[in-house]
């Protein structure tokens, strides 16, 4: 077994961003172990633009934002194993990876789990049919359009206005495919603004809000989907089905942390974010086990993801330095309006950037923290819908020691 400062799981964004901020704060001995052949992440198949505008000031691809986080590494000589899978970590931190030359473990002073997400299936969402080819999800199209040049079908339908379902639907249409509706079950959009402009409204592929589809039909290949309205409760309208015919039909309705691992080492997870529970540093229940991105929470842009390992970076770095961090027990709380916040608790003697999202849309409205009954920080926004992540500072010098942080939706 080979003893190691700190051991990274998972080679996108965040990881790449934790170990080269690690390295920039003096710890070296740094491992990173990622399960594909290349690393990268996600960002890998995201081949449209618009990433980097706030972590690097400029428009990149996801290939060409991943590549300046692996530059940097390559030229840090930061260590780093491909083709490796990570299959247990336990609470005294000992991590078990089978690698291409056999099982290896390593003992590491601190773990950082940035080991992203994964999409909802058809599975989950139980709708009743046939099990036909042709049923995909939005992140695996996206795969085989963009890595393996493979077109996934011709006549398509999209359920779930989830970002990657709406790139998908542009990126199928300029691959001459025929995109014949989004259908969203919930009475809003679930993506960013932009992406409903840009890749909807730009291409005239209409959006159909409070619709689901309710059946597959299809032998050896999907012949066509039946699409019904929803009530207020989410649940079909009888007489309101409509059949489409289709050989594709791409899921993008949601996706979850990828946080078996975390449960191995007896991390505690959030039942709103499904990621675990942190505090301001980013670290988990497990003393020494830090979580970042979106293992720990689904954000809406990878610009975020990156910045949130650099923090963790920086608590993961003073925990190994110094052996263990200031206690925090400041809890965050929310209201009925709020969905969750990160962190979920906080010392009160450093200055923390809470993150949030809210349940439903609102317009005019002030996201407020307060504590003790003290409003301590503010922000007023013209609209905040579920979407897009919010983010409110809140300073040091304007917390007490004592009482929960309450953050709610004034309008």
């Not at 390295?23 to 980097?52: A, N, P, W």
């Not at 963790?312 to 027990?329: N, S, T, W």
Request: with cysteine; charged share 25%.
């Amino acid at each position: 077994m080979q003893e190691i400062d700190v051991l990274v799981v998972g080679g996108g964004p965040a990881g790449l961003a934790a170990a080269v901020k690690l390295y920039e704060k003096g710890i070296t001995s740094v491992l990173i172990v990622e399960r594909e052949k290349t690393m990268g992440g996600i960002l890998r198949q995201c081949i449209h633009d618009g990433f980097g505008l706030t972590r690097f000031k400029e428009t990149l691809s996801g290939p060409e934002y991943a590549q300046r986080f692996i530059d940097a590494v390559e030229e840090l000589h930061i260590p780093y194993i491909t083709n490796a899978a990570v299959t247990e970590i336990t609470e005294d931190k000992v991590v078990t990876v089978v690698t291409r030359g056999g099982i290896r473990k390593w003992r590491a002073r601190a773990v950082i789990l940035t080991m992203g997400c994964r999409e909802r299936t058809r599975g989950v969402l139980g709708i009743p049919g046939e099990r036909p080819t042709g049923v995909f999800t939005a992140g695996v199209a996206q795969a085989y359009i963009n890595l393996y040049n493979r077109m996934p079908g011709k006549e398509v339908v999209i359920l779930g206005s989830g970002d990657i379902g709406m790139i998908m639907a542009r990126r199928m249409t300029l691959e001459g495919a025929h995109v014949q509706a989004v259908f969203e079950i919930l009475p809003i959009p679930s993506g960013l603004p932009r992406n409903i402009q840009q890749c909807l409204n730009d291409y005239d592929i209409p959006l159909y809000l409070s619709h689901t589809v309710t059946e597959i039909t299809g032998k050896s290949r999907l012949e066509s989907v039946t699409v019904s309205e929803v009530d207020e409760s989410l649940k079909p309208i009888p007489g309101t089905e409509k059949v489409y015919p289709c050989d594709t039909l791409i899921l993008s309705v949601g996706l979850i942390p990828e946080n078996e691992l975390s449960l191995d080492a007896s991390v505690v997870l959030d039942g709103r974010t499904k990621g675990a529970v942190v505090d301001e540093n980013f670290q988990t229940s497990q003393e020494g086990i830090f979580a970042a991105g979106n293992v720990l929470h689904v954000h809406d842009l990878v610009d975020f993801v990156s910045m949130e390992a650099e923090k963790l970076a920086e608590g993961a770095a003073r925990y190994v330095c110094d052996g263990k961090l200031q206690a925090c027990r400041i809890p965050v709380t929310a209201d009925e309006n709020i969905n969750h916040t990160i962190p979920q608790k906080v010392s009160g003697t450093q200055d923390v950037k809470l993150a949030m999202r809210v349940r439903k849309q609102f317009k005019d409205v002030t996201i407020v923290v307060r504590q003790n009954g003290e409003t301590i920080a503010s922000r007023k926004m013209k609209k905040a819908i579920p979407a897009e992540m919010i983010q409110i500072p809140v300073k040091a010098e304007r917390m007490k020691r004592d009482g929960a942080l309450e953050v709610c939706v004034e309008c």
